[in-house]
Structure formats: structure tokens, C-alpha cells
């Protein structure tokens, strides 16, 4: 046995995946997990890595973290963006030339892979926090649930209501005036994630959008984002098991990979 | 990476012996115009005029980390954090009226006049116009229409040099001397002559490895932009070609590793250049070239089948880089990629620089559809370091690394 891991240490969340890489090329998952990255991301990492060690009872050859921690994982072995590890776990997947949405925590990029599965364009949100998994957040709590439940809210929503503002904060108190107008709760939050599909829609627009579009992140474990991400895009979406995990599988198939 | 540039102490003391002049003017009988970066700065030096560069003290603002702190006191007084922040930073200076908070050398020397070229922007009018106010001096606006396709119009020709027609009288009447016809075209001369030793200069980048960076070329373009139109120009460019010459004759290259060769787009994110720097050198990146210092390299003055010295002056100041269409615009950065054998484009989204940064999607999706190569837009200010995401620039340089990483 060969373990390879890949750690996506994320603004919300840290994720782990441990591999068995064997020579004939077969990769099986040993060990993944998620947990919150908390206030302390580096002492989350490592503990998740510690944990994963203990279970499989072997250390990994080599540890490749990613995610917007992955400089301050100091016992990795080396480091790749988000960007090459979400396009290297797709790809490593459906071997597909294709296009690759991944809304997080802090930021949302749209990926273009090319038939070998080489990244070839990508687009990442601007600096303000609308278009990513934070601006949920906000508008969860807002409504007083956590962000699944914001998802069950929506897939009960009556009309379509439209959030105007994009800016997160004037969304916000836009929220919380429907809410005193009695808006039902159901189609502000369907309103709320239209505005964020809108947002990440556009924003994928400016690459030359290749089918299929695959949908990766914590974010798109929300079904009723999958739905307003196809209405906002005009295409079919395809989510792969465990979206919120393909940072972390790409960054364990590049350690595999990596012949350093 | 290579030792610092030799030249650099020499700009060093050749931009303070400028300044000392420019703050000493009075008592040496001179005037002092305040003059935009694109503004024909000729007839100022024929003049016997001294030029100083609000944009130039602009860069040293940003680069001295004090562009938020200057900018607040224009922001205090209700200019929007949308104005651009060469605008608001003097603004801003000037307003403050604590000796220590007017800026990296104290504020700049007082202007007799102000000319505006709006051939680089639109802000630059009000500016001028806030500061006119606020100094009380005479202003001269140049007002040069935008040449979105195609070569400029006879009437656009002859709009802008009856405008230089007024800005001699203009001239004339705040200094009360005459200006020598014969004057001003030894100077179109010496600046032409300065303007392609700079080209010369940029070019020794083309070497591989190249010899400096556009990171160098930010700094030494000082000079080319503030004393156009004088001998020192070409003496100080002739032994800086003889220093990158020297590097490029021993197979030294400005970074140790040169992979990957890219272009820089828009004006540098002033207060982050050592940072950026140190990324593009410990990834074996050099910015060779950049549209930026580029756009320097090209005002030739030739009178030859003009009608007259002004609408030759017209022709070389209308058409420049900021005053094209998009089209135009990706000519150059196509133009500038084949020349220096770039290997991909990095495009500075700059809050600050409307001009420069409208079109900038479209002009990476047209390069990477016409050349094949990739490009990153990166999102900052030049001056205001309250505009900038350091972890959000990081992923983006270093996934367009990995991604020209593995497609190379």
C-alpha cells in the first residue's frame, strides 16, 4: 500500500482525502473526511491528518494541500491551487473535455479542461463576497437557518422574487425587508440563490463554456443552487458524488502523480 | 535573481537633481507646469519651462505605501473611492495640511500653470480643473478625440493643432516671453531622438534571457515620461543599453531561471512591485515587455509631409495607446507578444484606470482565440493599497502558472 493524501484546506471547511495509489494505476479512497475549518485552519489540518494516519495506521508518501490555507499546511510535501485540483479530480473522473463551476466558501471560479485535462482558461470572482458560499451564509442567517436549511426553503418557494443588490450587505438588509413585509421565507431564499446562480452564471459566461458542465464545491450540495445554476447558465449541470471532496480527491491523484 | 541595475543609483540622483530643480524654481526665475503623463511636454521644455508629473509623484506615492492614507483626505472632502487614485491621492495631498502627510518628498512644487491632455483619460479634465481651483493658476486642456479604427482624420488632425496653436499663446501669456518656433523643433528632435533610444532600451528585453523586466522598465521609465525633450534622456538611456547589453554579452539574465515570458498589462500595482516581482522570479517568470512602458516608445514627432510642426505634434499625440479602439489596442499587445516571444499575458484589472481596464476581458479572450496563449486578469489598484486581495491574487498568478506549467 502507497497512500498519497490531498488536503483542501478551505475558507468554511477542510477536507481530506487519502489514496491508495498501486502501480497499475489503480486509486482507491482509503479515508476522506470533512470537518470546519474552524478559527484555526493549521491545527484543523493537522489534526484531520493525524486522524486519517491513525485509521489507515501508514503515513502518506507525499501530501499535497490546496485550498486558500495551503501555505500555512507546512507539512505538506507541496501545494497546488484550487483551480488545478478541482480540474485534476474531474478530469481524473470522466476523462472529458468539459467545464468546471466550483463555488466556495470565500471565492467561485468557472474552469475550462481541455481534452488531455489540461486547464486552459479559468475565471474567479471578483473581490466582494457575492457569488460564493459566504453570501449564503449571510442570507441564511438572515432568515434564521443554517445554509441546508436555506436549500429546503427554496425548494418549497411559490414565486420568484428578485434580490437586486449584489452587494452582500445591501442584499442583506433587502432580506431582511421582505421579511418584515412577510414575504414567505421560501421565495426570498429562492431569490437569494438565484441572485448568487446569476452572479456565478455570468461570471462562467466569459470562458468559451464547453458541455458537459460540471458543478464542484460545498456549495452545489444545495440542490436548488444545481437548478438556478441551470436555469441562470441555459444548460444541463452534471454534480459529481461528493462535490465538496473533488478539490481534495485532485490534490491526492497529483501527489500520486507527481514524480519529484 | 540578477543584481540590481547599476543605473539605478544613476536615476536616483538624475530624478532628485530634477526635483531640487522643479522645488528651487522661483529662485532660479522659473515657472513650474504641472503637465499629464500623455501631454506634449515639448513646448514646456522649449520654454525653458519646468514639467512635473502629478502622475509620476503618483507612482512614488504608491510605492511608498501612502496612496490610502493620501486619498482619505480627498475622500474627507467627498471625493468618491471610484475617482482614480493618482487623482485623489493629489488631491488629497494638497489638501493635507500636515507637512509630514503631503506625500514621499513633501508634496510636489507649486505650478504656475496646469496642462491637461485628455488624450490618456477623461479624469485628468476634472483634476485639473479641481486643482486650478484650488491653486489658483491657469489651466490649458488639450482636448484629443478618441481614434477607435482607422488611421486619424484630416479634421481631427486640424482640431487638435489649432488647440496647440492655443496652448503657445496660452504659454506665452502666463510666462510673458515668446516661444522660438526654431526652439521647439530642436526639441521634437531631441525628444524623438529620446523616444527611440527608449524603444531601443525596451527591445533588449526581445533577448532571451532578457536582460530586465518590465518591473525595471516601471522604474526607469521615469525620465522618458518627465524629461522628454532633453539631452539627459539620451545620455542616461545610452549607458543603461550598455549595462543590459554587458548582462545580455555574459548570458545573464535579469531572473536566474527564465522558463516563461510574459506581458504585463496596464500601469504597475505601484505598492506591490517587489512582491510581484519575487512571485514571477521564484516561478521562473519574467515580464519582458508590457503595454504599459510601450506606450512611451511611440510618439514620434515627424514633421515630414505634415503641413506644419503642430499637426505633426497632433498626429503623434492623438493616436496613442489609451486614445485607440479595442481592436487597435490588441494589434499592439499582439504585435508586442510576437517581438518578445511571450508565452502568456498578464492583465492588471486596475479599480483606478477605467481607460485602461474597460475591454480587458474581451482583449484576453481575442488574444488567447488569435495567439493560442493563455492570460490571468489580476484585480488592484496602482496607488490605493486599500484595493487589493492578497489571497485572491496569489491563487489566480499561481493557478496561471500551473496552468502555463503544464501546457508548455
Keep these: 500500500m502507497t497512500l498519497f493524501a490531498g488536503i483542501d484546506i478551505g475558507s468554511v471547511a477542510t477536507k481530506l482525502i487519502i489514496l491508495d495509489s498501486n502501480p497499475d494505476k489503480d486509486k482507491n479512497i482509503m479515508y476522506s473526511q470533512v470537518v470546519p475549518s474552524s478559527h484555526d485552519p493549521e491545527q484543523t489540518a493537522k489534526n484531520l491528518l493525524e486522524k486519517g494516519i491513525e485509521t489507515l495506521g501508514e503515513e502518506p508518501a507525499k501530501i499535497l494541500a490546496t485550498g486558500y490555507g495551503r501555505h500555512i499546511a507546512d507539512f505538506s510535501t507541496t501545494t497546488a491551487t484550487e483551480i488545478t485540483c478541482h480540474a485534476r479530480g474531474i478530469f481524473f473522473l470522466y476523462s472529458a473535455e468539459c467545464t468546471v463551476i466550483d463555488i466556495g466558501g470565500q471565492d467561485s471560479k468557472a474552469i475550462s479542461i481541455s481534452k488531455k485535462g489540461k486547464v486552459t482558461d479559468f475565471v474567479m470572482n471578483d473581490k466582494c463576497a457575492a457569488g460564493t458560499g459566504r453570501f449564503l451564509e449571510v442570507m441564511a442567517s438572515a432568515l434564521g437557518v443554517d445554509p441546508p436549511g436555506l436549500n429546503n426553503l427554496a425548494l418549497n418557494a411559490k414565486n420568484n422574487i428578485k434580490i437586486s443588490s449584489t452587494c452582500t450587505v445591501f442584499a442583506e438588509s433587502e432580506v431582511i425587508s421582505l421579511i418584515s413585509k412577510k414575504t414567505p421565507k421560501e421565495d426570498i431564499a429562492l431569490g437569494v440563490i438565484a441572485s448568487i446562480a446569476s452572479r456565478v452564471a455570468s461570471m462562467t459566461s466569459r470562458l468559451n463554456i464547453i458541455e458537459p458542465v460540471f458543478m464542484t464545491g460545498g456549495v452545489c450540495q444545495a440542490a436548488s443552487v444545481v437548478t438556478a445554476m441551470e436555469d441562470a447558465l441555459g444548460r444541463n449541470i452534471k454534480v459529481p458524488k461528493d462535490p465538496q471532496l473533488i478539490g481534495a480527491f485532485g490534490a491526492a491523484i497529483i501527489a500520486s502523480e507527481d514524480k519529484n | ?408
Excluded at chain 2, 67 to 90: I, N, Q, T
Design chain 2, 1 to 408: 535573481m540578477a543584481e540590481r541595475l547599476q543605473s539605478t543609483k544613476r536615476l536616483k540622483e538624475y530624478m532628485t537633481a530634477y526635483y531640487i530643480d522643479a522645488k528651487t524654481a522661483e529662485s532660479s526665475n522659473k515657472k513650474v507646469g504641472w503637465i499629464t503623463s500623455g501631454g506634449p511636454v515639448e513646448f514646456l521644455i522649449a520654454m525653458d519651462i519646468i514639467p512635473v508629473y502629478p502622475e509620476n509623484h503618483g507612482a512614488m506615492v504608491g510605492a511608498t505605501h501612502q496612496g490610502g492614507m493620501l486619498c482619505e483626505f480627498a475622500e474627507k472632502r467627498g471625493f468618491s473611492k471610484d475617482v482614480c487614485s493618482y487623482a485623489r491621492s493629489d488631491i488629497g495631498g494638497l489638501l493635507s495640511d500636515d507637512p509630514s502627510k503631503k506625500g514621499p518628498i513633501g508634496g510636489l512644487p507649486n505650478p504656475d500653470m496646469l496642462i491637461c491632455c485628455n488624450n490618456i483619460c477623461g479624469t485628468v479634465m476634472k483634476w485639473y480643473e479641481t486643482v486650478s481651483r484650488y491653486l489658483d493658476v491657469p489651466l490649458y486642456i488639450i482636448d484629443t478625440p478618441v481614434i477607435h479604427t482607422g488611421p486619424i482624420p484630416e479634421e481631427v488632425i486640424d482640431y487638435v493643432a489649432a488647440q496647440f496653436k492655443g496652448y503657445i499663446e496660452f504659454l506665452e501669456k502666463v510666462t510673458k516671453k515668446h516661444l522660438d518656433m526654431d526652439r521647439l523643433f530642436e526639441v521634437s528632435l531631441i525628444a524623438n531622438e529620446n523616444v527611440t533610444i527608449w524603444n531601443k532600451v525596451l527591445r533588449k528585453c526581445a533577448n532571451k534571457p532578457a536582460p530586465m523586466t518590465a518591473f525595471d522598465a516601471f522604474t526607469h521609465m521615469a525620465p522618458i515620461v518627465t524629461l522628454r525633450g532633453t539631452q539627459g534622456v539620451t545620455d542616461y538611456y545610452k549607458a543603461l543599453i550598455e549595462e543590459l547589453d554587458e548582462r545580455t554579452s555574459q548570458g545573464i539574465g535579469a531572473i536566474d531561471n527564465e522558463q516563461y515570458r510574459l506581458l504585463w498589462d496596464n500601469i504597475p500595482v505601484w505598492h506591490k512591485m517587489r512582491d510581484l516581482s519575487t512571485f514571477f522570479a521564484n516561478h521562473n517568470a519574467a515580464l519582458v515587455a508590457d503595454t504599459y512602458t510601450n506606450a512611451w516608445a511611440s510618439t514620434n514627432i515627424t514633421t515630414e509631409g505634415e503641413k506644419d510642426i503642430l499637426s505633426a505634434y497632433a498626429k503623434a499625440y492623438t493616436p496613442i495607446y489609451l486614445n485607440i479602439g479595442i481592436d487597435k489596442m490588441i494589434d499592439v499587445i499582439k504585435g508586442i507578444a510576437d517581438i518578445f516571444d511571450i508565452d502568456g499575458l498578464v492583465l492588471h484589472s486596475n479599480h483606478s484606470c477605467k481607460p485602461y481596464s474597460v475591454g480587458q476581458y474581451d482583449i484576453a479572450r481575442r488574444f488567447h482565440d488569435e495567439t493560442g496563449k493563455p492570460s490571468v486578469i489580476i484585480e488592484g489598484d496602482m496607488t490605493d493599497e486599500r484595493s487589493w486581495a492578497q489571497e485572491q491574487v496569489t491563487t489566480r498568478l499561481e493557478a496561471f502558472m500551473e496552468m502555463l506549467e503544464a501546457n508548455v
